[in-house]
């Protein structure tokens, strides 16, 4: 697989806003963020939305459970994952549940129990490879839907996680994919209807 690359003074974590009904800061990252716990707790990130589907990481510091030749157990951080493609091929409905899913993320409250040992809330990091398409998407969609009073359209919402996450406008015909953009005008549809059922 050819290695990502990261254009030299761009961020591996940006804050792209603060969610005033969760009390805490909605932010994008990319591989380097996913890869570096030390990272994210300075940015008090308890919870991970990976939209790759080509990105994975070992989050477990310690076997609990082994399983094979793998290393199965707890997690440093709340880890969810959608797997999205960064282009064509995503089914019609997948970014309707990466929104459900980042909502979940947040609405989600751990049991008191010993099986369950991450209980801090904080922030919220999504990401992919690059922190450019996939994660745009998914976080403008989201803040569109849940923020409509200062995102009412998602172009705001794209050209607010844009200017954030510091993408310059030559990257802007990828970044996010337009093949993503169509999707997520059509989620948000789907999302407000299903909502008002």
């Given at each position: 697989?050819?290695?990502?690359?990261?254009?030299?003074?761009?961020?591996?974590?940006?804050?792209?806003?603060?969610?005033?009904?969760?009390?805490?800061?909605?932010?994008?990252?990319?591989?380097?963020?996913?890869?570096?716990?030390?990272?994210?707790?300075?940015h008090q990130v308890t919870?991970?939305?990976?939209?790759?589907?080509?990105?994975?990481?070992?989050?477990?510091?310690?076997?609990?459970?082994?399983?094979?030749?793998?290393?199965?157990?707890?997690?440093?951080?709340?880890?969810?994952?959608?797997?999205?493609?960064?282009?064509?091929?995503?089914?019609?409905?997948?970014?309707?549940?990466?929104?459900?899913?980042?909502?979940?993320?947040?609405?989600?409250?751990?049991?008191?129990?010993?099986?369950?040992?991450?209980?801090?809330?904080?922030?919220?990091?999504?990401?992919?490879?690059?922190?450019?398409?996939?994660?745009?998407?998914?976080?403008?969609?989201?803040?569109?839907?849940?923020?409509?009073?200062?995102?009412?359209?998602?172009?705001?919402?794209?050209?607010?996680?844009?200017?954030?996450?510091?993408?310059?406008?030559?990257?802007?015909?990828?970044?996010?994919?337009?093949?993503?953009?169509?999707?997520?005008?059509?989620?948000?549809?789907?999302?407000?209807?299903?909502?008002?059922?």
């Amino acid at each position: 697989m050819k290695p990502v690359s990261f254009p030299a003074g761009r961020a591996p974590l940006s804050k792209i806003a603060h969610l005033p009904h969760w009390g805490v800061d909605l932010m994008i990252g990319d591989t380097r963020a996913l890869g570096d716990p030390a990272l994210l707790d300075r940015h008090q990130v308890t919870t991970i939305l990976n939209c790759a589907v080509n990105l994975d990481v070992n989050l477990v510091p310690s076997a609990i459970t082994p399983v094979g030749h793998l290393t199965c157990g707890h997690a440093r951080h709340r880890y969810y994952k959608i797997g999205l493609i960064d282009g064509a091929g995503n089914p019609p409905n997948q970014l309707i549940g990466a929104y459900y899913i980042l909502r979940a993320a947040l609405d989600q409250v751990m049991p008191e129990k010993l099986s369950y040992p991450n209980q801090a809330r904080g922030n919220v990091m999504v990401n992919c490879r690059g922190g450019r398409s996939r994660s745009v998407t998914v976080v403008a969609l989201f803040l569109h839907l849940e923020l409509p009073d200062t995102f009412p359209t998602l172009d705001a919402a794209i050209a607010h996680t844009r200017d954030k996450r510091g993408l310059p406008p030559e990257e802007w015909h990828e970044a996010p994919k337009p093949v993503l953009v169509d999707a997520a005008r059509r989620a948000a549809i789907r999302i407000r209807q299903l909502d008002n059922v």
